[in-house]
């Protein structure tokens, strides 16, 4: 048995024990500032943090609230899978890939074992067998040989320690949530009649790129949740600041204070929706694609990669050229190409662009005007299907996501 009866939410961080901490806390936003340092010092750890058998419950508590702090802080400064998500992402991959580790050296393997058969079949390799198979012997020392050369570890072959020996089997399918994230090749396993052989040093590994990708959709779905109902309480925020302030300023591509994730658009990453609405549509959905989703979907794309509510593009840029020659000709050919063109009979909404930009009513934007209007933001995927269901074409990615900007930063981040 465990220490305690929550101890699996050190280990699985998105587990019944560690929701049920969450539940039973105060809201994050007015917890102790102890809780706030822990969540940015997650990023900074070299292993799993002050990691230890002899946790007290009020230790687990704090280390459960510091990393839904620390996501929580993340997602409402920074968009999906920013280079401060993929830190997140990374750090809690190594935390637990070291408490992994730590407790099956000291005894408590067959209770992690049990924590991971929550997402893993996970069996014994006897006798040398699988399904009734026999693996070869000198299949197996390769096994051992390629674990120990990706660890980078040299030892004499009768000190090898058992974590790079195969020991479990599992199901390949089990693996296919990492399969699809490219986290793992199925070309690299080793596969018998349909399951793969591991040794533990690389179920560890496993079942860390399960809690860190988890992490990377928990941050994402975060993000759409803010887009949609205003930013979260300061304090979170602050977090959120602590953590991206972590980054050398050489490492940003900065248009004042604005970082933007890959620079310029890249229309090959769009959803559906916007390359259908950039195609030009019909009479019934051209106000709605045009001035409502191509307006904000575009700007915010280019302009603020930002999850931070009510802000104004003066806030990102110097000058008006990145919209005025990246995102407005977008807009404009694409209302060009609508049937009928969309400004020949409704000039106005040209003058409706500019306002859904933030800038008031006008065809002729100042930098001084930004904030005379609100900077409207991207609608969720559910408002795109009930307004204007022709835009509405749901591909595989879609499935995973719920705000179009979410698509396009996802896409980005399996391409980078």
């Known amino acids: 048995m465990f220490p305690l009866p929550e101890y699996p939410a050190v280990l699985d961080l998105f587990s019944q024990e560690a929701k049920e901490i969450v539940r039973t806390s105060p809201p994050l936003g007015s917890l102790p500032q102890e809780v706030s340092e822990r969540a940015v010092k ?7 943090g002050e990691m230890m058998v002899g946790f007290k419950s009020s230790e687990v508590r704090m280390d459960v609230l510091s990393f839904y702090l620390m996501c929580q802080g993340v997602a409402a400064v920074s968009y999906p899978y920013s280079r401060e998500v993929r830190l997140v992402s990374e750090k ?26 929550r997402y893993f079949r996970i069996s014994r390799l006897e006798n040398r067998r699988v399904a009734g198979e026999e693996i070869p012997k000198e299949d197996l020392f390769k096994l051992r040989n390629a674990c120990l050369a990706r660890a980078g570890i040299q030892v004499p072959s009768d000190r090898i320690p058992p974590q790079y020996v195969p020991e479990y089997t599992l199901p390949w399918v089990d693996l296919a949530p990492l399969l699809r994230q490219g986290r793992i090749q199925l070309t690299d396993l080793y596969v018998v009649r349909g399951s793969v052989v591991i040794t533990p040093y690389e179920l560890w590994d496993m079942f860390a790129w399960m809690m860190s990708m988890k992490c990377e959709e928990y941050i994402a779905a975060l993000y759409e949740r803010f887009t949609e109902t205003g930013p979260p309480p300061e304090v979170i925020g602050k977090v959120g600041e602590r953590i991206s302030s972590l980054f050398p300023p050489e490492l940003e591509v900065v248009e004042r204070g604005g970082r933007f994730p890959r620079g310029k658009l890249r229309p090959e990453f769009f959803p559906p929706c916007v390359k259908r609405a950039l195609a030009g549509v019909g009479s019934g959905a051209r106000n709605y694609a045009i001035t409502v989703l191509l307006t904000s979907f575009l700007s915010y794309a280019r302009i603020s990669p930002s999850g931070k509510a009510a802000m104004r593009i003066k806030d990102f840029v110097d000058n008006l050229s990145v919209l ?11 209302a060009e190409r609508c049937n009928p063109p969309l400004f020949r009979d409704q000039p106005q909404e040209r003058a409706n662009v500019y306002y859904h930009l933030g800038f008031g009513m006008t065809t002729e934007p100042r930098l001084e005007d930004s904030g005379r209007s609100r900077w409207y933001k991207t609608p969720n995927c559910r408002k795109i299907a009930s307004s204007a269901p022709l ?23 399996r391409k980078s």
């Open 42 to 48: 997650r990023v900074m750890w070299k292993t799993g």
């Open 92 to 117: 809690t991959a190594e935390t637990i890939r070291y408490r992994m580790y730590y407790l099956f050296s000291h005894g408590y393997g067959e209770q992690c074992l049990g924590v991971v058969r």
């Open 324 to 334: 005025q020659e990246e995102v407005i000709p977008l807009i404009f050919e694409a």
């Open 391 to 413: 835009l509405c074409t749901p591909d595989e990615t879609c499935k995973e996501v719920k705000n179009p900007l979410t698509y396009y930063y996802k896409r980005l981040a």
